[in-house]
């Protein structure tokens, strides 16, 4: 029997660990992949404090990790099949067994969204991409398209310059939702084309990406880019698939807690970009990491 069960190795998942360890509780966290999550994907982390000429995003993992394994935090590499969770037994099934702990804490974090067109199915791992910095040197000298208007789709396709020829950054709108800072660092760079008011229809190519189809919304024009690669930053959805029916969730499917973490279900707490909010960033997962560990801590002096 665990104290507490950490699902998820992000920046949440490992700072409530960290604190967890440190406070001395029975707790393990399981991650199916390697500990530090979307983070690990980021070439460059700018706006975490303590920091202040950046850190690559695997760097910064490595050391929460490290970190929070100075304390005797326990990581196990393994996916979680099924929860079993009531007011007063909570199981967690796993692809090597079952355990059971008092409480739960979900940092299960986000998926990359799906722009739900024809040819990304086919197509996806063949030239279609979330991830500039896992994939971006596959494509050098090469034409590619980045769909998105957010600080990731313009971080990712500033870059994406290092490496390929031209990038067409496809956004709806006709403005960027990017931070200024980044705005203007990819209106600084040549290699970035803006095409605004624009929406995917098609990705093309049969066994590799050949080209993108595009509507303009205003006008309702449809022309094709040839390009080898589309890379993808439309937004997030929850990794909630365990826990539905079982906590509540927001309409978007996101885990709907109090300002100390707490879900429907007593003893289960969540924290990072699995949670219903405002704001997806690593300074407020690490928070709500850390308000989670508390709350558990709290609620188990509340068993005793």
Known sequence: MYDVIIIGGGPAGLTAGLY????RLNVLLLE???PGGQVLTTDRVENYPGFPDGISGFELMDRMKTQAEKFDLKIRNDEVMKLELSEKRKVVVTSSGQMESKVIILACGASWKKLGVEGED???GKGISFCATCDGPFYRDQEVAVVGGGDTAVEEAVFLTRFVKRIYLIHRRDKLRATKLLQ???MAEDKIDFILDTVPLRILGESDVEGIELKQLKTGDIRQK??????IFVGTVPNTELVKGLVKLDQNGFVITDDNMQTSMPGVFAA?????KLFRQISTAVGEGAAA???AEKYLE???
């Open 302 to 304: 509340s068993l005793r």
């Open 226 to 231: 040839a390009v080898r690669g589309v890379f």
């Open 293 to 295: 560990s508390y709350s």
């Open 184 to 186: 203007e660092r990819a």
């Open 272 to 276: 990072g970009d699995i949670r219903s």
């Open 122 to 124: 086919r197509l996806m």
């Open 20 to 23: 967890n360890a440190r406070a």
């Open 32 to 34: 199916r992949l390697a």
